[in-house]
Every structure is written in C-alpha cells, then in structure tokens.
C-alpha cells in the first residue's frame, strides 16, 4: 500500500527550471542588499507565541500556525519584522546602530488558499534601525534600493509611489477624523484594488460626511508633477505643522534621489499610498510595474518611530522594505514576464563518447577554474541517449569528447540552437568563457 | 506590560559578525553545488503528516513538529531526503532522469536540547536521482563534491571514509547474521562515539557468539592502504558474491577518484563506516576532520537503490550527500576554527565628512560598478561618533570625504589595521580594487 505523494495546496513547489529562474530574482535581490552593506540576518522560523503575537491583532492571530510542543507554546513567524524587533531589543547593548539587516525568508499565514495567495511565502526585507534617531538618507537608500533591484531585474518600467504618513495624520487631523485615521488608511489603501466608489462607500460607513469623503478624495488626487504637488500642499495647508513637516521630509528626500542620480520617472508622489500596516509613521513607498498595474504593490517599506515598543521602553526608530517573492514570481508568470525554458542548471554540459575519463575530468577542471559550471553526463547509454538527455538540459552550449579527440587533444563544442559545432583545441579553452558568452 | 523578547532554546540566532561567517560557508557549499550543474529545490517546510511520514520510524515520529489546522495533520520536514522523495514521484513523468538536485534549507526536530543538538537546523543535500539505473561514476563524482567543498572552507586536513554496505551485507551473511544486519550496523556506527568495548557489549546484547564479535571486529579494523585492504578482503572473502560485488564497486570508484586527480591522502576504505540509515544499500561515506575527530562526520552520505517506494512502484536510484551546516557551524565556533571578527558587511565604509552627497554618491557608483559592496555612514553626529561606528564595522578599508576632496576630487582611503591614510584622485578608483584587496 503506497502513500499517495502530494503537496499542500497554497504552498509553492516548482518545476526545476522554473526554480533557476526563482532563485536568480532571489539571489539577484540578496545582492543589491548585500551591496549596501545589509547585514544577513536568519531567526527561527518557530518563536514562543506570546513574542511573536505581543503586537499582533485579530486577523494575524487568525491565520497563525499555532501548536504546543513539550510545555512551550509556539508558532511559525508570520512576518520578519517581528522577528526582527525581538532580535534588535534582545541585543540592543551589542549591536552597532545604525543596524542594517537584510533577511529573505519563509513566513506562514494560514490563510483561506486562493488564487495568487500562499499559506508559505518569501519575504525579502531590509531594514535599517537606529537608536533614537535615524537619518532621512536612510529612507532615501531605501527607495534607492528598490529602484536597484527592479532595474536588475528587468521586467518592465515601474515607479516607485512616495507619500507620508505624517502629512495623512496632519491631513485627517485638520478633518477632525484623527480618531479615525487607522480605519480611513485601511480602506484608502484598497484604492487601487476596490475603486474610488467602493472607498467612498466604506468611508461612509465610518460616519463620515459627504463633504469631508470628498475633501479626502480631492486631496488624495491632488495632480502634476512632483513639484506642483508639494507646492499645492503648501499653500493649502501652510498653517499645519505635521503636514508642513511631511513635505520637509518628502523634499529633502527627493533632494536626495536627485543627488542620487535616479531617473524622476522613477518615483512620484502619491498622497493615496498609505500602507495599511499601523506601525508606518513617517515616508512609505509602493512599487507598481507600470504596464501590470493590476499586480499591485510589488515591493513596499517605510519608516517607523518605534520598531520594538512591546519588547523595549528604548526608542528604535527604523525604516525598512519589503518583497513579497513567492507572490510576485507567481505574478509574474502569470504575466509571462519571465522565460522558463532559457535557464539552464550548468552553464555547459560535457556528454563523454568515450571512456577515457583522465581526458574528461581535465577537461571539466579547465572549464571550472574559469569558472565555468559544468554538468557532465554520465548515463550509461548510447550516444543518442545521451544527446536526448543535454538537449533536455536547456543547455546552449554542450562538448562532446571521443576517442578522436582524445587523441588530438580537443573537444567539439555544440551549439545546440543552430546545431553547428566546432572543434577546439584544449590549450584554447582558456578563452572558453569569450566562445560561449 | 512589555512582553519579554526570547528566543526558543535548540534554535540558532547568531550575532550579525557570525551570520556573515555562517553565509559565507553556506554560499561555498551552494557555490560548490550549483558548480556541479545541480538543479535548486525547494519544497515547503510544512507536508501532509501521512506524506513525511510514509517510511519514518519510531524515533522519527516522536522528533516531530505537528500540529492540526483546519482539517489538515500538517507536520515540518525533519530532512530534506522525504521531500525529495515526494517531488520526485510526483513528477517522475516529467523530471529528465538523472535528476541532479540541491536543497539547502531548514530542518526541524524536537529533540532534547543538549549541547551541540538542534531542533531547527540547517541540512544542504545533494542527490542524484536515476530511473531504474544510475552510473557509479555519480557516487565518485558525490566524494568529488566534498573534497571540492572541504578544500575550499580550509578548515584543515580531513579524510572521506568510503564503505560498501553491500561488503557488510555479504560479510554478515556469512556469518549468518544477515537477521541482524540493522542491529549490528547501528551498534557499528557508533565506534567512533563510544569506543570499541562498548560496541563489543553492546553486540553481545544481541545474542552474538564471542567468536564473531571477534571476527566482526577485526573484519572492521583490517589495515593497510587502500590497496593493501581491497587484497586482504578478496583473499578472504573470495566466494562471497556480494562481497565481491562491494569490492568491484570500490574499486571501480577509487580508479575514478585517481582518474579526478583527488589526493589519496584525502580518502580511505574504512569497513567500520555504516551509517544506520536504513535505506543505503551501497557505497556509503563519512567524512572527519583530521586534526578535530572528535566532531565526528561534518559530511556524510551514500547510495540507495530506490529512493520513494514508499510512493511509487517505480525503481529511482539514488546517491547524495549532507552536511549538516548548524551543526558544524557550532563545532567549528566551539573549535576556534573560523574567525569570527574579521567579516565586515560590505567592502568598504564611507564615511561623509561633508554634505556635498552628490559627489559623494559618484564615488559610490564608482565602486558599485566595480562590484564593491559600500556602506554610507549617515549618522547625524560629529567625525568622532562616525569613526567608533566605523571602526565596529571591522572594515579594513574607509572611504573619507570632507569638502576639501570634493574641491581637488579626491578621496581619503584609510586602512583601519595600520591606521595609514592615502588620498586618491577620483579618476584613479578605477583600480581601487587592486590597491583594498
């Protein structure tokens, strides 16, 4: 009796050509990061419950895989920024602030599965902590961050969307709706998935009358340019100080994104983009890819005065970005963004057509030393066997190696897309890398 | 009321200088891997309880984390060899045989804590799987993988020990002890850990005469080279078909590892290697750090004839490789035999001493686009306050920028070992990473 082999519904498990193709995003995020001088950061994936929930609110409670253990009673991180504020206020007397981490892992949410959501998903986040003060260029990194990593990845124009929360606050303030300012932000944040009527039709239902629903819809429109905006902003709401500070903010950090030479078409402010998470008090930003604005946020951060109050009374105010991988991978399939059947898991394979192994593996250690990926096929079968095998490896570069060319000291090198081969001498493989590139 | 920020005992959180040192052992591994033209997997950590546990025994079952939700009996993976089971006869229809693959991720246990035992760690397999056949060039290409990778962490000397269990079968058949095969094997396995009388009484718990505990223990310690070894267990054994099948397989394999130019000092025939898996079935290796035998096996593993029955009727041969990365980690810490103070987060540090960032962003992209990692230091506070960060980072090399490199374009390059400083002209950076190397 055979147990039937199965995977988890919501939980991403993919084809080996389609997980080259992961983990090049994966890496190639992992390496912007990495050039910045993030440090790497790898928690626990199970936490003692009452610290990972110390923070958290109904729904996440909801979606958490919970289980005891022996006497503990545990459950499986649903983010990286709590894990993030236990490991920052556990050892804030030996760390070195700023602190910049970067962390790519797995987090669970037991949601309800349904197209496009997982249970199991990558988050790929960067955050920067400081100890009571944290500079502005820190944000602006952030944003420069996010414009390296989509440039790399190259699937398509995208804008980053920049707003403060601190001009919302002053905003909702001077609307006399600062008590309702959470619940305002959560459905304002829907703008892009539910509509502009359907976010009227909720703010409604928060009390809230028809003139003021239209003043906060006028005011989250505001158009023009990045400059004319700040400029209306100004004028009209000169005589408040949160809001006057939320342009301070937003100025010198587009100041900064000058100085930083990113293209303004790039990034631009959005006075809608609220990110509804409550811990947001300062700049948030949004990436859309402009000709699939339909797959949302694809990378989201801001800044926040406090990361660790539920752990700490000390004052770590941070800022941070995040990546949804396993969402935005999915996505991106979806879209036919990425192309599957062009990876390939060594960069050569050498398909032996004669015994003589001692040639072969020399062969395979010149290749490596410049390093060269190598797959070498070792099925024991004929020579269209094994041809039918490299072909399926995707690879567009394969060498065949008989007694021939033991013999005379070379291999034949296959381009298997027009089919032609060439016949190299082994001293010439030093310049493998220029032939196959 | 602040919850108090813990982390679960069992469970590895390092310090950012030690993840540094972590990563960077876990990319050679990968590196390594990947350099072979392995496939990346990766499969959920949490299954269907009935899938992991489709072939697991009792101890097993007793380690695992499981829980319910929803309807489900969901359990984490306690290895990364069962999912790969699953994955492979979920898909034998579509997977191109030999399927190469790595999986470097998180396992999880629920062992007793004690010193040096983890319930999350990290496990970085290799497996090749075949259908119905595999060469045994896969096996000696496995012991290729691990010298690469041993060589390449330069923690000193080490040896694989390579063993047949088909030579243990035979050889316990002859004694007529084929019943006992698993018993003894398991007691075998553990003469490094507990010495050679505690195995003698141990075997004796099992109703084994005197005489073969005598005979199964020389058989174990036969001496001699490689060569010397193989001569003695032909003379001996002549008759014994499976023996015989074992000794050829060695042989066969050795003959490769000469042929791949693998130093023999690095390799011997040990018969007291088992390893209690049950499901090796044919050359099985351990390897030892020679001056740190004590720490036992950093890398182990061996061939199986058939990989999933437990899940399909097809016949998927298989060899692999594991290291059991937290573990040695932990050792390798505990052994002073990796230095955890000299890693730094990125290349290099700028350190602003003036507000001129666009030239200091130039500089920047200059080292960027030389792939040089860099950390800004954007820290509000005087030179003094900037150089303590600096000098905690570990960074052998700052980058200083105050107004006067900005007029004569320059920058100031500080070693921060001697303390020297040279200033380079801006133009000259472009061979910045000859002079930091």
């Given at each position: 009796?055979?147990t039937?082999?199965k ?18 995003i994966k ?14 950061l790898?928690?626990p994936i199970i ?7 110390a ?21 499986l991180?649903?983010?990286l ?5 236990k490991y920052?206020s556990?050892?804030?007397n ?10 790519v ?6 949601e309800?599965?349904?197209?496009g ?17 944290l500079s ?5 990194e952030?944003i420069n ?6 440039s790399?990845?190259?699937i ?12 919302l ?7 006399n ?16 998935k ?5 976010v ?15 003043e ?11 400059d004319?905006?700040l ?16 342009i ?30 409550d811990y ?8 859309v ?9 694809v ?17 770590l105010?941070?800022?941070g970005?995040?990546?949804?991988l396993?969402?935005?991978f ?6 036919n ?7 390939s898991a ?7 057509l ?5 040639y ?15 797959s070498i096929?070792?099925?024991d ?6 041809m ?16 021939d060319?033991?013999n005379?000291n ?20 030093i ?7």
């Open positions: 009796m055979k039937i082999p995977t988890l519904s919501g939980f991403m498990e993919l084809y080996p050509q389609e997980q080259l193709v992961f983990d090049k890496n190639t995020i992992i390496d912007t990061y990495k050039s910045y001088g993030f440090y790497p790898d928690t936490e003692y419950s009452d610290v990972l929930l923070k958290a609110g109904g729904e996440t409670e909801k979606q958490i895989y919970r289980f005891n253990k022996g006497d503990n009673d545990l459950s991180r649903f983010d920024t709590v894990p993030l504020a920052v556990m050892r804030s030996e760390l070195v602030f700023p602190f910049k981490r970067y962390q892992g797995k987090v669970f949410r037991g309800r599965p349904q197209k959501r997982f249970r199991e998903f990558y988050q790929c986040d960067i955050d920067v902590i400081g100890e009571n003060e502005l260029k820190y944000d602006s952030m961050v996010i414009y390296d990593i989509f790399k990845l190259d398509g124009s995208f804008t980053i969307k920049i707003n403060n929360r601190k001009i606050n002053g905003f909702f303030k001077y609307l709706l600062d008590n309702k300012v959470t619940d305002i932000l959560r459905i304002i944040d829907k703008t892009d539910i509509g502009i009527d359907n009227k039709e909720e703010l409604s239902k928060l009390d809230i009358s028809y003139d003021k629903i239209n906060i819809i006028s005011f989250m429109n505001i158009s023009g340019n990045n004319e905006k400029k209306i902003l100004k004028e009209k709401y000169n005589d408040n100080e949160l809001i006057n500070t939320g301070n903010e937003i100025e010198e950090i587009i100041n900064d994104l000058e100085n930083r030479s990113i293209p303004t078409k790039n990034y631009k402010i959005d006075l809608s983009i609220a990110r509804g998470l947001y008090t300062g700049v948030v930003y949004e990436t890819l402009d000709d699939y604005p339909n797959i949302g946020s990378c989201s951060g801001g800044r926040y005065d406090n990361l660790a109050e539920f752990y700490t009374d000390k004052k105010p941070g800022v970005v995040s990546i949804g396993t969402r935005l999915s996505k991106l399939l979806e879209e963004l990425i192309k599957i059947d062009e990876s060594s960069d050569i394979i050498i398909v032996p004669c015994d003589n192994y001692k072969i593996y020399e062969i395979n250690s010149m290749l490596k030393n410049k390093n060269i990926s190598v096929c070792y099925l079968k004929g020579i269209k066997q094994k039918k095998y490299a072909n399926k490896m995707k690879n567009k570069y394969i060498i065949l190696i008989g007694e060319e033991v005379k070379t291999i034949i090198l296959k381009n298997m897309i027009d089919g032609n081969q060439i016949e190299i001498e082994k001293n010439d493989l310049n493998i890398d220029k032939i196959i590139e």
